[in-house]
């Protein structure tokens, strides 16, 4: 399978963030304030109805006699005091205003890129979607997904400018690295080529909802970006070490159940 193939998903969902900035901006300027802070709070819900769908995934695995709930809690907790620890949140943001004095960026950028790259890359689709592409040259999955990014990035320029369309640098290195690891890794990390059985793994399944649950952190974030109460956000940055302890969690709690 050529690289082409496996970056097909990555390629359109890229595009679909940069048009998505572009019409935001185009668009965003020309709209008066409260019209756009209302289209955040938009976005905001729609995010949090995202992040409690993937949470629920949580009710349908367990490692033993600990339901999946307490094992992510147990990650989040984990993850959050390595993500402080490491400084994630500090890195992403030094890394926004870097982009920001090379490009030359104004206003919001670093908030924007941020937010971006995290509500971009969080989530099944981007696990399971670059699983398919990089397996089997699918992009179905990532394709669904450019769209809900190109529409996410639209609402998201449009009150943070363009530090938004740099969230697609994100999606070319976390996705395409994804997809291009997969052939290599992913059938026997995860326990077999079929993407979709995927989709019932218990480690898939508590990674899904600790991502839900981060998630619904961006959803309160951009809320709070609506009503003008930037400095109350969740740390999501931090939170992102969570994703990796998850898996090691569950594998621990099944051998000890």
């Known amino acids: 399978m050529s690289v082409l193939s496996q970056l097909s998903g990555t390629l359109v969902n890229v595009v679909t963030v940069l048009l998505g900035t572009a019409v935001g901006l185009a668009v965003g300027g020309r709209l008066p304030e409260r019209t756009q802070r209302t289209l955040l709070q938009t976005l905001s819900l729609v995010t949090l109805f995202i992040g409690l769908d993937m949470a629920g995934s ?11 709930v307490i094992l992510a809690l147990v990650s989040l907790a984990l993850g959050a005091v390595i993500g402080e620890a490491l400084g994630i949140e500090e890195s992403l943001e030094r890394l926004g205003e870097t982009l920001k004095r090379r490009f030359r960026g104004g206003g919001r950028f670093t908030e924007g890129f941020v937010a971006a790259s995290l509500l971009f890359c969080i989530g099944p689709m981007t696990v399971i979607g670059g699983l398919q592409n990089g397996l089997t040259g699918d992009s179905a999955t990532y394709v669904l997904k450019a769209t809900l990014d190109g529409i996410a990035a639209l609402a998201l320029a ?3 400018g363009i530090g938004v369309g740099f969230g697609a ?8 690295g994804i997809s291009l690891l997969a052939g290599t890794f992913a059938a026997g990390l995860l326990g077999g ?3 979709q059985l ?3 793994n218990p480690y898939v399944l508590l990674i899904t909802g600790a991502g839900g649950l981060t998630i ?3 959803s309160w974030n951009l809320m709070l970006a609506g009503l003008g109460f930037d400095d109350r956000r969740v740390r999501v940055g931090s939170l992102l070490p969570a994703l990796l302890i998850a898996p090691l969690a569950l594998w621990l709690a099944t051998r000890l159940g």
């Open 58 to 68: 949580l009710n349908r695995v367990s490692g033993g006699a600990v339901p999946g």
């Open 158 to 160: 449009g009150a943070y």
């Open 169 to 176: 640098l994100t999606v070319l290195v976390v996705q395409g």
């Open 193 to 195: 080529a079929d993407p």
């Open 198 to 200: 995927l989709k019932t």
């Open 216 to 218: 619904v952190g961006i």
